[in-house]
């Protein structure tokens, strides 16, 4: 599967409002938090459970699958790094640095990128 700086920013939204709700999420959930209308955010969310990415019910909301975790792992440590380092060094707003981290995350090749997160978490 591509990976789109659109597609991890939904799946590595899901993953936080799954842990920050420890509860239901729901495809409103996932639009209000990324600022984007309800059917936009249900088209994509239809297209990963296709993929086999994110199971849907309606008494337990959005869960990843194992497939799902399994993509959003290889990136979840990237990220937060990635952010943590745009904020602190480069000073960039959060909405700026999540930005900056999705696409690089996004476009960068996994080896550049390991290397790039191992060299400025050290």
Not at 49 to 57: A, D, F, I, P, Q
Not at 77 to 100: M, V
Request: proline share 2%; with cysteine; glycine share 4%.
């Amino acid at each position: 599967m591509e990976i789109t700086a659109a597609k991890l920013r939904y799946l590595l939204t899901i993953s936080e409002l799954m842990q920050a709700q420890r509860g239901k999420v729901r495809c409103i959930d996932v639009a209000v938090q990324l600022g984007v209308a309800r059917p936009s955010a249900c088209r994509m969310l239809a297209a990963f459970s296709k993929e086999g990415l994110l199971s849907r019910s309606k008494t337990e909301g959005l869960r990843l699958t194992e497939a799902g975790y399994e993509l959003v792992s290889r990136y979840e440590a990237d990220y937060r790094a990635l952010c943590r380092y745009f904020e602190e060094q480069l000073k960039l707003s959060a909405f700026d640095a999540r930005e900056c981290a999705m696409a690089l995350l996004a476009l960068a090749p996994e080896s550049s990128r390991r290397a790039l997160c191992a060299k400025i978490s050290t």
